[in-house]
């Protein structure tokens, strides 16, 4: 099992974005953050079939996520 780091961002109209540092090209969208993580994990296995099937490796998860906190 691999775990890909995902970045999820507000977008203007109110939805959500996300997309896979490690899998370029692998984006995802929804209306919740919900839906916006279930199609990224739909997104991330489309993907990832599609390299098995041109016989491409597989990236490694090398991307880290962390919150840095600043008070102003």
Known sequence: MIKY????????????????????GCIGMGAT?????????????F???GLKEEGMPIPASESEVENLVFVS
């Open 33 to 45: 953050k919900e839906e916006v993580l279930q199609n990224m994990a739909e997104a991330i296995q």
């Open 47 to 49: 993907h990832l079939q």
């Open 5 to 24: 780091a995902i970045v999820i961002e507000k977008a203007a109209d109110g939805g959500f974005g996300a997309y896979a540092p490690d899998l370029p």
